[in-house]
């Protein structure tokens, strides 16, 4: 078996299954025209008619009225025979017109038949109204009607397998933009999984397509996302790791007939991922070619996503290691930059943040003491109550650590600087080192300084022992509106226990 690396490359299957028309099923040829004799004759001379093994199913209208009706009805009709004069002189060109106009149908081929060339010059009428065939009634023989109809079917296939290769297109095109702007993995599987359906559906609707996307280990299948499927993912397992097996040996993403799979690596993780996607009916030529496309784009776009996802999950990492030196320097709990990063996310989701500034925040929150590193040791470790001068020195750490972190540029560093600077500042003025009044104080400021004091009281610190819950709490009413933010002290109190879930997943 190849190592494995990053992402497996992605190449196209070997197997290739035998391709159907587009237009699987049958062809459907309109007859437009006020003499049923027309009608009749016509059937009977083209007889058993089949091309590309699939017959014709002829639609009968007597009228331009009727006509229109049935367009409505059948808009993916590939031929129509059709009159010129039948309610009035000239009802048929005026369907011809509302076909290419009203209904803007380009993809149906028009053979205009009639019994009276000067009603309807034949270079006028193929110029004006967009009739792709000219014939007279009197000259068609069984074999010059064969002729015509073959014609006419293949240029309405070659026409739909056009349009349906540039919307297939169209559909990569747009599945890559939004797979690559894809911010967590979870969010990418879901597109992922919703665009691999979307090309499938080049063949046509299908209400038998399914698909799934699972975390393999040790030949078990965890299932992450479905569509069609039960949440339990309604494959059998034993065709899953068929698959899985043949996509993980051969290193590719496989197009068979009905099927889609492919197996991805994260080599950050050590995880493999699985995707999974039945059509229910063969796939086109076309269909399996936009597949294989869009496999080579996932590989990469998930490719990135997981580098981007270990790049930020290192820099959260680093960024928790400094924090907690700097808390274990002053004798305080390693884990208390976790628990204020964790309150912090959770007070920014419910004051209606948006995920990416709730995140931002979690990651630079426990930078938020960083400064204590330039408070003297005397100071920093001293148990009992701290003289007017030992507190101006040791209120000097909110400059200090955002000296530090201003000058970086990096989107992080310097909301930490923010932070840093601002969390000791009350919503009354009678904060440090400023004294800013109310939302003067950054918003991620405020959030962190509720949550810092939280967890400061909840805990024993060099100078003091932790408060009873009740007491705490007691403390923070007491202070809304004048230390704290109220509106954020309302969010934390009705939210109380999810706070104290994160206060028990990182216990000092």
């Known amino acids: ?21 587009e237009s699987d099923g049958l062809w459907k040829v309109m007859i437009v025209d006020d003499d049923d004799f027309v009608h009749k004759v016509t059937e009977l001379t083209l007889g058993d008619y089949h091309y590309q093994n699939a017959p014709v199913r002829y639609l009968h209208a007597y009228s331009g009225a009727e006509a229109r009706a049935l367009l409505r009805e059948h808009p993916d009709t590939a031929v129509i025979l059709l009159d010129v004069v039948m309610e009035t002189e000239n009802a048929g060109l005026e369907f011809a017109r509302h076909v290419r106009q009203e209904a803007n149908n380009s993809f149906v081929r028009i053979i205009l038949r009639t019994g009276q060339p000067g009603q309807a010059p034949e270079r006028k009428v193929i110029t004006e109204y967009d009739i792709n065939d000219y014939k007279h009634k ?114 590719r993403v496989l197009v068979l007939e009905q099927e889609f799979a492919a197996r991805f690596f994260n080599s950050h ?95 630079a929150s426990p930078m938020h003491d960083v400064g204590k590193i330039g408070i003297p040791d005397s100071i920093l470790f001293k148990p009992g109550k701290l003289t007017d001068e ?49 939302d003067e104080t950054h918003i991620f400021g405020r959030i ?11 805990c024993d610190r060099v100078y003091k022992k932790a408060w009873p819950l009740s007491e705490v709490l007691d403390y923070l009413r007491e202070k809304r509106g004048r230390q704290f933010d109220p509106f954020l002290v309302d969010i934390f109190l009705e939210n109380l226990d999810e706070i104290m879930a994160i206060r028990v997943m990182y216990p000092d």
């Open 1 to 21: 078996m190849k190592s494995e690396h990053a992402m497996e490359e992605v190449h196209f299957a070997d197997e290739t299954p035998p391709q159907k028309s």
């Open 138 to 251: 009197a000259e068609l023989s069984e074999q010059r009607l064969f002729t015509a109809i073959t014609a006419a079917i293949r240029s309405y296939r070659d026409l739909r397998t056009i349009e349906l290769g540039r919307l297939g297109l169209q559909e990569v095109i747009c599945a890559s933009a939004a797979l690559f702007a894809a911010s967590s993995v979870q969010d990418f599987f879901v597109l992922a999984l919703e665009h691999i359906l979307r090309i499938g559906r080049c063949v046509g609707p299908c209400c038998l397509e399914n698909g799934l996307v699972a975390l393999s280990a040790d030949g078990q299948f965890e299932i992450l996302e479905t569509r069609g499927l039960p949440p339990g993912g309604g494959v059998p397992t034993a065709r899953l790791q068929e698959l899985y097996e043949r996509a993980a040996r051969e290193g």
């Open 269 to 363: 993780t050590d995880q493999n991922f699985f995707f999974y996607a039945s059509f229910g009916r063969p796939l086109s030529e076309t269909a399996q070619g936009l597949l294989h496309i869009l496999g080579g784009n996932i590989a990469v776009a998930l490719n990135n996503l997981f580098l981007t996802e270990e790049i930020v999950a290192t820099q959260r990492e680093v960024v928790l290691t400094l924090g907690e030196v700097v808390e274990t320097r002053s004798k305080e709990t390693a884990h208390h930059v976790k628990r204020v990063a964790e309150y912090s996310y959770v007070l920014a989701i419910k004051a209606g943040l948006s995920e990416e500034r709730a995140h931002l925040l979690r990651m």
């Open 390 to 438: 030992e507190f101006s020195i040791i209120k000097t750490h909110t400059v200090i650590g955002h000296s530090i972190l201003k000058g970086s540029p990096r989107r992080i560093m310097r909301t930490a600087a923010t932070i840093a600077l601002q969390h000791h500042e009350h919503w009354d003025g009678g904060g440090y080192p400023h004294g800013l009044i109310e």
């Open 448 to 458: 962190t300084a509720l949550a810092d004091v939280f967890d400061a009281l909840s």
